[in-house]
């Protein structure tokens, strides 16, 4: 029998006495020791008999003591800041120093981090492909493979982004000589675009890889360009890794359109012709809204 062993700890619906409120507090504040210790060693810390942890044990669904354990060493899987969530700022002032701040040390963390022989290596890659493909999928990986097709068209590549795990497969059994793929996954335990780079290896299409180092992705990889950030314990905030991956993005661009100066020129002009023309009327806004 399958149980819900966290939610019945919480005791959402007010379940348990006081003393198996006690027991359950206990528990949740160390979860480690409990499912490294005796039946004794919990008795005794909790200052109450074994029996007594037994007939909890049961209370909450579990057979006994020992598939309690069972039960409680599933839930660390997912990490103990789900389970206890660090109380956040909650304040305008406080949320918006804390974003900003976490913003910007992701950047210099990565900055102090920076392989700068992959990335000008994937920048001379990209600039002389005829063709380049970027795959990614779910979440900010996705926004990040699109992000760097806004950034590379400009500059006169032919580029297209997937976020379709199947597509990226046909894509890459599809993918022809000259072809050069870019993959993101932030954790590099994206096995599907494992499943993509083997393929375009086989196929001789090179590949370039935006993920954490020694990671599956990066295995697979002919150039990886790697991202190795600590996640904070605020589980509400959005990722600051994003912001470390969007500025590798900005740095290839920017890398390839000094490789070929006046090949990016010349389709930016363009770019900005029309811009002016129907949309600013001058040349002092951004280039795309």
Avoid: W
């Amino acid at each position: 029998m399958t149980v819900d062993i966290f939610s019945a700890l919480s005791d959402e619906e007010g379940r348990l006495s006081g003393l198996e409120k006690r027991l359950a507090t206990l528990v949740l504040d160390d979860v480690d020791f409990v499912v490294k210790s005796s039946i004794s060693d919990l008795a005794e810390r909790a200052g109450v008999s074994p029996p007594t942890v037994t007939r909890f044990c049961r209370r909450l669904g579990c057979q006994g003591y020992q598939d309690f354990k069972v039960q409680l060493a599933k839930i660390t899987y997912v990490g103990l800041r789900y389970l206890k969530p660090e109380t956040p700022s909650t304040t305008p002032q406080e949320v918006a120093e804390d974003i900003v701040t976490k913003a910007q040390n992701a950047l210099f963390q990565f900055h102090k981090q920076i392989d700068v022989a992959a990335l000008d290596k994937a920048a001379h890659l990209l600039r002389g492909a005829e063709f380049i493909q970027a795959f990614g999928a779910t979440g900010n990986s996705a926004m990040i493979v699109n992000e760097l097709h806004n950034r590379l068209f400009r500059l006169d590549c032919r580029i297209h982004a997937s976020n379709d795990h199947s597509m990226n497969i046909m894509l890459s059994a599809a993918a022809r000589p000259g072809t050069v793929v870019v993959g993101s996954s932030i954790t590099g335990r994206d096995l599907d675009l494992v499943q993509c780079f083997n393929l375009l290896r086989k196929r001789s299409i090179p590949t370039i890889a935006l993920t954490q180092s020694g990671s599956p992705v990066a295995e697979a990889a002919d150039v990886v360009i790697t991202i190795d950030l600590p996640e904070g314990n605020n589980i509400f905030r959005p990722t600051a890794t994003r912001y470390a991956y969007l500025a590798t993005i900005d740095i290839l661009a920017n890398l390839v359109a000094y490789a070929d100066r006046n090949r990016a020129v010349k389709v930016l002009r363009s770019i900005k012709e029309e811009l002016v023309r129907y949309r600013d009327g001058d040349d002092r806004q951004v280039l795309g809204d």
